[in-house]
C-alpha cells in the first residue's frame, strides 16, 4: 500500500482537494487519509460534509483572535505529529493558506515529498494577497510534484527555477468540483434568489472578505454596493457575508435595511454554484470565484488592484475593477448599462479547465509512486 496524506485548512481547500480525495480512493493499493487543521472550522465542516468526507485526524488549530504566527505554528507543529507516525509516501497541499504552507514544510522536515495541487499563481507582490503570495512561493521551494493549473502558472514556476519535469498543467480541480456539485445538488438555489427572480428582477453576487481589504477598502465595496442597487431598480444584491467580524460589521454598518441588499449568512457550495449559475453577474476580491464564474458565462468584477488569475481577465470574462468605489461603479455601471458590453463579456470562456484536472493529477502521483 501507498500511503497518500491530503490535507486541508480552509473551505476552498476542501472544495478543491474533495473531488481529488474521491479520484485517489479508486486508485488500487492507495491508502488516502485526509487530515484537516480546521484553520476555518464552520466553513470547512460544511464543506466536508457536501462531498461526504471525514476527516481521519483534525488538528482543530483554530483559536480566537490568534495570529497568522500562532495559527501557522499550531498547524506546523501538528502536521509534524501526524507526518512522524504515519510516514507517508506523499503529502498532498492545495493553494496558499497557512495549512499548505506548514505541512510543506512539516514534510520537508520529516522529508517526505510534497504535491501542490495550483502551484505556480503569482501577482509579483508579496503583500498582495497577503499572506497568501508569500505562502505559495514559499511553499514551491518545499514542493516535488507542481500541479499547475494553467500554461501560465506552468511557466511562473519554470521561470523561477523548478524543473521541467516537475511541472505538470492540469487545470484546475475546482471545476470538477463545480461539475460534480451542480450534477449532484440541482435544487439548491436560496430561497431569496428564487424569490427575486420570480418578482422580474436580476441579482448581483457579491463575495468580499479578503485580509488586506479590512483596513478601508471594504468600506469603499460596500458604498460602491449601495450606490449600484439605488442607481439601478431592477437589480438586487446578493451578499453571503463572511463570518470575520470586520466584515460583518462594515457591511452591516453601510448595507444592512437597505433595500434590495441581501446580507446572508455564509451559504453551503451547492447554494454558491447555483447562486453563479443564475446570477447577473459578480462582483469579488477573492480568487475561486473567478476561476469557477467563467464555467457557466458569468461575468466577474475583481475588486482588487492585482490577481493572481490573470486568464480570466484576458479571456475577457473578467475585469479588475479596483478597490476605490468611483472604479466599482465604473465597472459595474458599463455591464448594466450597456448591453453590448454585458454579451462580450458574458461567454464560456473558462481558461481553467475542463472538468478533468483531479484524473490528470491522480494519473501523475501514480507514476511518482511507480504504481
Known amino acids: 500500500m501507498k500511503n497518500i496524506i491530503v490535507t486541508v485548512g480552509t473551505r476552498p481547500e476542501v472544495i478543491k482537494m474533495a473531488p481529488l480525495v474521491m479520484e485517489l480512493r479508486k486508485v488500487q493499493d492507495f491508502q488516502v487519509t485526509l487530515v484537516s487543521t480546521s484553520q476555518h472550522r464552520e466553513m470547512l465542516d460544511q464543506a466536508l460534509s457536501v462531498f461526504r468526507l471525514e476527516p481521519d485526524f483534525d488538528l482543530d488549530i483554530m483559536r ?40 510543506a514544510l512539516a514534510a520537508h522536515y520529516h522529508k517526505i515529498p510534497v504535491g501542490h495541487v495550483e502551484a505556480g499563481l503569482r501577482t509579483d507582490d508579496p503583500y498582495l494577497p497577503f499572506p497568501e503570495e508569500m505562502n505559495r512561493r514559499l511553499t514551491s521551494q518545499l514542493t516535488r510534484l507542481h500541479f499547475a493549473p494553467t500554461r501560465r502558472a506552468a511557466d511562473n514556476l519554470l521561470r523561477e527555477g523548478i524543473p521541467e519535469d516537475r511541472v505538470f498543467v492540469t487545470g484546475n480541480t475546482v471545476i470538477d468540483a463545480l461539475y460534480w456539485t451542480e450534477r449532484e445538488y440541482p435544487d439548491a438555489l436560496p430561497r431569496v434568489a428564487r424569490e427575486i427572480l420570480e418578482r422580474g428582477n436580476q441579482y448581483l ?17 460596500a458604498k460602491a454596493l449601495g450606490e449600484i442597487v439605488s442607481s439601478h431598480p431592477e437589480i438586487e444584491i446578493i451578499y453571503p457575508v463572511h463570518l470575520n467580524p470586520k466584515v460583518q460589521s462594515v457591511m452591516k454598518e453601510v448595507l444592512g435595511g437597505r433595500e434590495r441588499v441581501h446580507l446572508i449568512p455564509p451559504v453551503s457550495y451547492p447554494e454558491i454554484v447555483q447562486l453563479i449559475r443564475n446570477c ?3 462582483l469579488t476580491d477573492s480568487g475561486g470565484i473567478q476561476e469557477e464564474a467563467p464555467a457557466f458565462g458569468k461575468p466577474v468584477l475583481v475588486m482588487r488592484e492585482v490577481t493572481e488569475r490573470p486568464e480570466a481577465v484576458e479571456a475577457g470574462v473578467a475585469r479588475l475593477a479596483g478597490v476605490a468605489k ?19 463579456r458574458a461567454h464560456k470562456a473558462n481558461p481553467f479547465g475542463d472538468g478533468k484536472a483531479c484524473e490528470r493529477i491522480a494519473g501523475e502521483v501514480t507514476r511518482f509512486l511507480g504504481r
Open 326 to 344: 468611483e472604479g466599482i461603479l465604473r465597472a459595474a455601471s458599463e455591464l448594466l448599462e450597456d448591453p453590448g458590453e454585458y454579451r462580450r
Open 64 to 103: 480566537p483572535n490568534q495570529s497568522l504566527a500562532e495559527s501557522t505554528a499550531r498547524a506546523l507543529r501538528g502536521m509534524g505529529r501526524v507526518l512522524q507516525e504515519n510516514r507517508p509516501d506523499l503529502l498532498l497541499v492545495q493553494g496558499d493558506t497557512n495549512t499548505v504552507l506548514a505541512g
Open 280 to 282: 447577473y453577474f459578480i
Open 205 to 221: 453576487l457579491v463575495t468580499a472578505h479578503r485580509r488586506e481589504s479590512l483596513d478601508g477598502d471594504l468600506l469603499e465595496m
